[in-house]
């Protein structure tokens, strides 16, 4: 089973993985040229992953119930707010991943590709 691990190693996997465990968090963006530079395939509705901790230990089993690869600028509300974070708008969730991935060097524009994956818990650790 491949491992999901969101955000950074740091308070915000904690904060992130307490919203998947709570049911809030239902979807994940990720950059699409961060698989190219692990040489990783795409998630897949129906694959099984294990989500991670701080440390690097089990939290949970997540299933893939959804994958799109588009543009940033075409996710859709609906996905956004299915990540559960809280997010007032479609404008506050792209200003908060743009200063995410800014932060931790890579800078995306408008047309730059993402992977929206949906999820659901199916067993917590």
């Known amino acids: 089973m491949r491992a999901m691990e969101l955000g950074t190693p740091d308070e915000l996997r904690v ?35 294990a989500l991670l901790d701080v440390e690097g230990r089990y939290a949970a089993t997540l299933e893939v119930t959804g994958v799109e690869v588009k543009p940033f600028i075409e996710v859709t509300w609906e996905h956004a707010a299915a990540e ?3 997010d007032a708008s479609l404008d506050d969730w ?11 060097g890579t800078p995306v524009e408008d047309h730059t ?10 067993e917590q650790g």
């Open 15 to 49: 904060r992130l993985n307490a919203l998947v465990l709570s049911g809030a968090k239902t979807a994940t963006t990720g950059l699409l040229a961060e698989y190219a530079e692990e040489a990783e395939g795409l998630e897949y509705p129906g694959e099984r992953m």
């Open 113 to 122: 590709p993402v992977v929206c994956i949906a999820f659901k818990v199916v």
């Open 84 to 86: 559960g974070e809280g």
């Open 94 to 104: 792209r200003a908060g991943h743009r200063r995410f991935w800014s932060r931790v």
